[in-house]
Each structure stands twice: as structure tokens, then as C-alpha cells.
């Protein structure tokens, strides 16, 4: 499945905006203190302002140390505006702007503890600063204290109800958090100051799918293609999410309109094929996949594809060809090999199964599947036991709950003649799938070998209740 993220580029332009916000919030402070450092003391005192010549002489001497650290920051001097914001402070620390200023460059020393005390204290002195908040919401977001952002972030909405950067963060917050509710009350808020847009659409349905949520995704991704139906990622993805709620004829459409869109793009061949296989339609499956493959001829992934779905089909000539065609493309698609073995096993090519299989799993590092398949294969002829034994037992204990490989397991037990374990293993496979034809015919066999004829009979009926066409089972019940 195809997931967007979120642009990068459209990131940092928020960020960049939130930190040109925090900088002009800086230079209009300075401008403040300057004409409130030379403002005529009755001009001063009209505006409600009462000063002493030392604060007045302070301020002048925190706004000098204050223009130098700027000054510094311009040619990348950050230490020497460390000691310029410093002092600036000394002389003034009840302007909270001074504070920001420092912390802006101890975070880009990576000193970012220092930061957040100093942001803190700015929002002692105005606990509705909004430079202070916006730096300190956003440090907190970029070192994941989600809980305090969040918080943070609200408050700054209740500051500014229109802002939309804001509502952003918090759309965000609330998708990672889970809070779908508060989440989709944003995006509506959202859309009712800006408008409704792709990008935020498409923002938001990445973070619900990411977070697999993929019912409340569903609608953000059906607005998104009645916005824009030639997006054929978006097709291809509401798609996946048609398959998952069991809505074949939809997803078979998206995934049809999303190849239309984009044939270069050899997923959406593989999720339409796949689909059709799914459905047993493995004629339509393969015509999907000789059309792909005419479209992207180098992509080995398809051929492997195409070769399995032949191989179903019953062509095996014509597997042979696009299995062989996948690994002159693929030299390690270890898949194409396992699915070449099982052909060649049916055509009893014993030597070339075994190969097969070896280099299947030495590609794998030890796939359990080839694992089992191999040691089923030594196992049906009674070759080199110990060695398929060995296999079988790694099979299991990758996947234990695997019936198939616990019935390997049996069967290997049973061809060295240890038939009280063989039936054990059998057993415990049934108790995983009681409906396999072949594990009852196993479990039959067995009985039928230890002279427990009864036993064996009653296991092959089984086994034909579950597959009534068994020629094998029908012959051993004398049918």
C-alpha cells in the first residue's frame, strides 16, 4: 500500500514561518523598548508607564547588548550572541523577547535544556507571550513531549482562534495521539477558515493510515479522488482500502483506473493481479499480467507474478519461461526459485527440485517455506531423513502454528518408523486445521502401516468427507 508522507518541503515552510513569526515578535519588543527607553517622561507616563532613570538607563543598556547580539546572529556568531543576549538580560531580565532570543541560539548550539529554561522564564514574566509559546511548542513537537506541545498548542488556539498554523499542530497532535474525534472537529475548523485543500486532505489521511486507521481514512481518501480522480496513487490506495472491508467490485475498479492512470507503475498491476487471484480468476490474473509485463518487460516482480499464476493455471510451459525470465532478471528472487521447484517436483526432475530448493534457501537466510518444502520432498522419497528432519524441526519452530509443517514433521517421523510420534504431530496439526484432507490421509496411513486397519479406514473417510475428489483417498478406501 502506497502511504503518503507528509512533504518535507511543506514542513520546513511551516516551520520557517513559525520561526519568522518568533523573529518579528523579537524586532517589534526591541522597537517597543527603544521608544519607551527615549520616550519624554509625560508621554511615558500618559501610556500608563513610570520609569526611574537606572531602568531607563538599563533598558538603553539591555537594548545595545540586545542589537549586538542580533548583529551576531547575522554572521553566524552564535556564541558571541550567547554573550551579547546575556548581558542583555543582566541589565533587563523581565523582557521576555531577550529570552527568546537566547534560546533560539542555544537550540541551534543543540543546547536545548538551556533553551527550554530560558523559555520558561519568559513565560513567567507573560505566560501569553506568543514568540515564547511558539518556540517552546515547537521544541517540545521536535523532541516528542507530545503531551506538553499539545498543550501548548491549545493555548496558543485560544490565543489567536484564526490562526491556522495552530490548528495545524494540533490536527497533527490529535491524529498521533488517537483523538479522531477532536481530529476531525479540527479539520473541519480548518476548513472553515482556508478552505478545503488537497494537501490537508491528503496530510490527514496519510497520518489515520499510517496510524491503521483505515475506516476513518476512508472518506478523507474518497473526498480526495472526487477532488482530483487522475491522483492514481490515492485511486490505488482507496483501493487496498475497498479490499480490506471486503468491497471486491469497487477495489478491482480503483485498481483497473489507477493502471489506466499510471501502466509504468508495476504495483498497481500486482494489486489488480493479485485481487483476481484472490478470487480464483486466475485466467483474468494472468491476462492482467501478460499485458503488464508487455508494459514493463524489466520488472521481475511481475514475471515472478505471472509465472506462479501460470503455474496455477496448470501451463507449466509457460511458468517454466516467466520463472526463468525472473531470475535472468533477478538472480536472487528467491520466490521465483521455491515456485520453479514445486513445478519441476511435479515433473519428478528430482536433482533440479533439490538445487532449487538449496539456493531458495540459502537466498532466504533459511525461509521456513523452503525449509518445509524441501524436507517434504526428501521425506516423500525416503532420502537422507536426518538431514530433512533438521529442516522440518527449524520450519516449526519458525512458525509452529503451521499445520503443514507440523504434518511434514509427522510424515519424516513416520518414513524413519517412529509412528507413535508421527501420530502425536498429526494430532497437533489437526487441532490447528481439522478440515485438511491430506493431514487426515497422513494420520490414516499410518494406522493402515501400523496394522490398525479400523483406525485407518475411519481417517480416510475423514479425509474424503474434506475432499470428496481425492482419487488417492478413494483408492485406499477401495472406492
Known amino acids: 500500500m502506497i502511504f503518503y508522507a507528509f512533504s518535507e518541503n511543506k514542513q520546513r515552510q511551516r516551520m520557517s514561518v513559525s520561526y519568522r513569526r518568533v523573529c518579528r515578535g523579537l524586532i517589534l519588543a526591541a522597537a517597543l523598548l527603544i521608544l519607551v527607553a527615549v520616550m519624554p517622561g509625560d508621554a511615558a507616563q500618559a501610556r500608563g508607564v513610570e520609569l526611574t532613570s537606572k531602568q531607563i538607563a538599563n533598558n538603553a543598556k539591555a537594548m545595545d547588548h540586545f542589537i549586538r547580539g542580533v548583529i551576531a546572529d547575522k554572521v553566524d556568531d552564535y556564541y558571541r550572541a550567547v554573550f551579547e543576549y546575556q548581558e542583555a538580560l543582566e541589565a533587563d531580565p523581565n523582557s521576555p523577547f531577550i529570552y527568546v532570543a537566547l534560546a533560539q541560539d542555544y537550540i541551534i548550539l543543540n543546547k536545548v535544556s538551556q533553551a527550554l529554561g530560558l523559555l520558561e522564564k519568559a513565560l513567567k514574566i507573560n505566560p501569553d507571550y506568543v514568540p515564547a509559546l511558539e518556540l517552546y511548542a515547537g521544541l517540545l513537537l521536535n523532541t516528542e513531549q507530545l503531551p506538553k506541545a499539545l498543550e501548548l498548542f491549545e493555548h496558543l488556539a485560544r490565543l489567536n482562534t484564526n490562526e491556522v498554523e495552530y490548528s495545524f499542530q494540533l490536527l497533527r497532535l490529535y491524529l498521533r495521539k488517537g483523538d479522531f474525534d477532536r481530529a476531525d472537529t479540527m479539520y473541519q475548523r480548518m476548513v472553515a477558515i482556508e478552505g478545503e485543500s488537497k494537501e490537508l486532505l491528503l496530510q490527514v489521511a496519510t497520518v489515520l493510515l499510517m496510524g491503521e486507521s483505515t475506516q476513518r481514512a476512508t472518506p478523507y481518501l474518497e473526498r480526495l479522488v472526487e477532488l482530483d480522480s487522475t491522483d492514481a496513487a490515492v485511486v490505488y490506495t482507496l483501493g487496498t482500502l475497498c479490499l480490506q472491508r471486503g468491497d471486491i467490485v469497487s477495489a478491482e475498479n ?203 479406514r475411519k481417517y480416510f473417510r475423514k479425509a474424503l468427507k474434506e475432499d470428496p475428489e481425492s482419487e488417492t483417498v478413494r483408492s485406499k478406501l477401495g472406492l
Open 254 to 456: 480503483h485498481f483497473k483506473k489507477a493502471v489506466i492512470l499510471h501502466p509504468e507503475v508495476a504495483r498497481y498491476w500486482m494489486g489488480l493481479a493479485i485481487l483476481q487471484m484472490d478470487l480464483d480468476d486466475y485466467a483474468a490474473a494472468c491476462r492482467t499480467l501478460e499485458q503488464a509485463v508487455d508494459t514493463i518487460p524489466g520488472d521481475a516482480g511481475l514475471w515472478s507474478l505471472l509465472g506462479t499464476c501460470q503455474s496455477q493455471q496448470g501451463d507449466t510451459a509457460e511458468a517454466i519461461i516467466s520463472l526463468k525470465k525472473t531470475i535472468e532478471l533477478d538472480t536472487t528472487n528467491y520466490t521465483a526459485l521455491g515456485v520453479l521447484a514445486l513445478i519441476y517436483e511435479r515433473q519428478d526432475s528430482i536433482q533440479k527440485v533439490f538445487e532449487l530448493y538449496e539456493h531458495a534457501i540459502e537466498l532466504s537466510d533459511s525461509a521456513a517455506v523452503f525449509l518445509n518444502n524441501y524436507a517434504y520432498s526428501l521425506a516423500e522419497r525416503g532420502l537422507d531423513l536426518d538431514h530433512a528432519k533438521e529442516m522440518s524441526e527449524k520450519a516449526c519452530a519458525a512458525e509452529p502454528e503451521n499445520s503443514a509443517y507440523l504434518d511434514t514433521m509427522a510424515w519424516i517421523l513416520f518414513q524413519q518408523g517412529d509412528h507413535q510420534s508421527a501420530v502425536r504431530w498429526l494430532r497437533k496439526a489437526l487441532k490447528i486445521d481439522p478440515h485438511s484432507a491430506p493431514i487426515w490421509e497422513h494420520l490414516g496411513d499410518v494406522y493402515q502401516s501400523s496394522g490398525s486397519h479400523a483406525k485407518a
